[in-house]
């Protein structure tokens, strides 16, 4: 079946260190979105990537489509403890009209 | 405040017990979404609705049950056969194009069967 795997699973940085994380589907898609969810929070958006190769920033972060639309990135630069929380990379499920989410990224920011 | 309102925040259920988590957005979206978190895991969806009256099961929908009535409203029921119920629910609505958009969700409900 369709799998979306993100790697790593969790990530402890210190505080000013950049983070990195990796998204892989086992499918084509044909967009993908990213989620941040704060320890004890829920889901919210961050971003949708539609084009091979895309490229999007929003201040520290970088959002990354691969050129075969199977593998995302999210890059964070010089990290702060506001970006600690879990991120999920998703993108549409085969035949379906929702969303299949990746198993998520875990962040710790060590001050 | 447009959004999504789940309740209860938090449940307690004895096993054998059917308990409904409420689901109610006012952001006018056709599609909304039930899913379930597990410790340290990602999303798993439930089911799902795009229309009034209609909705398909996600990957998990055993031992859950739906019911869309209004547009506004999206109710999930955990029935007693539902073998390991404890976990965190979301609830999520999207606006419905030609493929899922993004998801709008709410603070989630916490369930916890003794």
């Known amino acids: 079946g369709q799998q979306v795997m993100q790697i790593p699973q969790y990530q402890h940085v210190q505080e000013g260190e950049d983070f990195t994380t990796y998204c892989n589907s086992s499918t084509t898609l044909s967009n993908i979105q990213w989620y941040k969810q704060r320890p004890g929070g829920h889901p919210v958006f961050l971003i949708q990537?539609?084009?091979?190769?895309e490229v999007k920033k929003q201040k520290r972060l970088t959002f990354q489509f691969g050129e075969a639309k199977k593998n995302s990135s999210l890059h964070i630069t010089a990290t702060q403890t506001t970006d600690v929380g879990t991120y999920f990379c998703a993108g549409p499920k085969t035949g379906a009209n929702n969303l299949f989410f990746g198993t998520g990224t875990r962040l710790t920011v060590i001050p | 405040d447009g959004g999504i309102t789940q309740s209860p925040k938090y449940l307690f259920r004895k096993e054998g017990q059917n308990v409904t988590l409420s689901c109610e957005q006012n952001l006018n979206h056709d599609a909304m979404y039930w899913y379930r978190q597990d410790p340290g895991q990602g999303l798993r969806l439930i089911y799902y609705?795009?229309?009034?009256?209609?909705?398909q099961k996600g990957d998990i929908a055993e031992g859950y049950s739906v019911s869309r009535e209004k547009k506004e409203s999206f109710p999930l029921t955990v029935t007693s056969a539902q073998k390991n119920p404890t976990a965190f629910y979301l609830c999520?609505?999207?606006?419905?194009?030609?493929?899922?958009?993004?998801?709008?969700f709410g603070e989630g409900s916490r369930l916890t069967v003794l």
């Open positions: 990537l539609v084009k091979s190769g």
């Open positions: 609705s795009q229309i009034v009256n209609d909705f």
């Open positions: 999520a609505s999207s606006i419905l194009g030609a493929g899922p958009g993004e998801l709008f």
